[in-house]
């Protein structure tokens, strides 16, 4: 099982090629909140999430040999992107599996980093022929988003650095997906903050994970509708195991609950973020209760979205 | 006339109710100006724009006897809400005079800190006669949005901070409206980096100021349409005469271009800017030869706007 010290480990690796993001607070957020609030802003990170810890990290931790077949992934988000920068920066080839439906932006941005990009169908199914192929035909090694134990390393240097750069806290929370942040946020708050709960954020419209820990057994996520696009995935065992292991809660919220708690990031703190990263905030906006004069770490994973839809109304 | 010896002493006055907001810079903006751009970012100052340093600085150098009498300014924008603030936190009346027609998102701000708004018609006879009034019966002291040494002084010490915290620049840029921040930006530059031009910016569609400095002449803004809602005022007798003397040259940008440059900052550097704030950036993109291989100092001047109504379009 990962460590601690594994995570410490991806930190000495990547942390020259990282950004040390900032956390930033809000006094008009802590009030509306009754509690004390410090984001990491991931947002921040180069390609605009998290995921390009994890991804340089399996890039920069692979042999030579590895390394000179390339690497490869399926992802329409923000995995692609990290992906594509780590392999650029190692000047390895990068192979991409996407939906066609995929937005052009996204595409653009993985191009942009000299990525080769193959289209497969919208399906499940037609995903996994996709990279089989991709698989056999270069040679490529397949970096999973989340299920992968480089990646999860990589993604827990978020928390490393947050608990750096605010007091001590009561609790962290971060969004889950397929759990690659949240086992990483969870080994590292554990060890250098055992006081500290670790809570998941979920939209309700995916509580896959939610509904896993609270069952014990890995709830797979069909068909989730929501806003926060980067928490459509489900868990994996190693993701799940480690979850159990290290994580007090998951809690969901709703998709009228995301959108404000986007909003008012948007327009308190003057940052750009994803729905996926208004997550953790909705989650302390529904359950007052449980962060009541609470000192909180959020995690914001990240702030790539299409401008022209937000899902702001008028007021 | 006002010398840099005002600046430093506001700059000493105020700076512990201030925020310093960090100067950032962005890759990717570089590589598409080809310019290395540097932006202080008062989106992030304490009522979302550089206005409250101004307007503070007025409000802490009144006597108590005039403090007493309370302050009072007429504004729909960001000079209301940080005039506003800055009364609040020396526990003073503000008087606002605004328009009907002001966003109700502007008027909840100004109303937040705890001011009395007095609402008249959208014209600029009925805003003279109501802020008479409210002067008459309440005796409290007028602060010009920038036809003020005190607010001049205070909006300067935005560029004091940024040099500090970039290289040295070749040029500075700042959007030019009534032109206090231009005036206090081009008094400190001139006297901190002698050698630096600097530029206003200003949308075409209300270049009254750019017109002025080329004719020699003060030529009002009359009815200006621009998504740039805080640079729609006049020069005054004051700012245009440090302007004359400190300022290289006023260039002008599209409004297609503003709202370009608009969406480059939130995309790449993942921050919320207002229209207004965007103007220098535009310039650049609009005039590249004019800034080719420069060291660039832009002030971001803030970032309150509504998010139901963005001129971005789908990709």
Not at 15 to 27: A, E, K, M, W
Not at 136 to 151: C, M, S
Not at 222 to 249: K, N, Y
Request: aromatic share 4%.
């Amino acid at each position: 099982m990962l460590q601690f010290s594994d995570i410490s480990k991806a930190h000495e690796i990547i942390i020259g090629h990282v950004h040390r993001t900032p956390v930033l607070s809000s006094r008009s957020l802590n009030a509306i909140c009754g509690a004390q609030l410090y984001f990491k802003c991931e947002n921040f990170q180069k390609v605009g999430a998290f995921k390009f810890r994890g991804a340089l990290h399996a890039v920069l931790t692979l042999t030579d040999a590895q390394a000179g077949r390339g690497v490869a992934t399926h992802s329409s988000g923000n995995h692609a992107a990290a992906l594509a920068l780590a392999a650029a920066m190692r000047k390895i080839p990068a192979y991409i599996v996407m939906p066609q439906s995929a937005p052009a932006v996204k595409q653009k941005a993985v191009k942009g980093y000299g990525a080769r990009i193959t289209f497969c169908r919208p399906t499940l199914a037609a995903r996994e022929e996709a990279i089989a192929q991709v698989l056999q035909q270069t040679g490529a090694v397949f970096i999973h988003p989340y299920d992968d134990e480089k990646v999860i390393c990589g993604q827990g240097t978020a928390a490393v650095e947050m608990l750096e750069q605010m007091p001590p806290p009561d609790v962290v929370i971060a969004p889950v997906g397929g759990g690659g942040l949240l086992s990483g946020t969870a080994i590292a708050v554990s060890h250098l903050c055992p006081t500290a709960r670790v809570i998941g954020a979920e939209p309700k419209n995916a509580d896959d994970a939610c509904r896993s820990l609270h069952s014990g057994n890995l709830v797979p996520s069909i068909d989730p509708q929501t806003m926060a696009d980067g928490l459509l995935t489900s868990l994996s065992l190693r993701t799940f195991e480690i979850i159990r292991r290290h994580v007090s809660d998951i809690l969901a919220a709703t998709e009228g609950g995301i959108a404000m708690a986007m909003e008012l990031i948007w327009e308190r703190m003057k940052i750009v973020v994803e729905p996926s990263a208004a997550v953790p905030l909705a989650v302390v906006m529904e359950h007052p209760d449980t962060f009541k004069n609470q000192t909180v770490g959020l995690i914001l994973s990240g702030g790539n979205l299409d401008l022209a839809r937000l899902p702001f109304r008028p007021k």
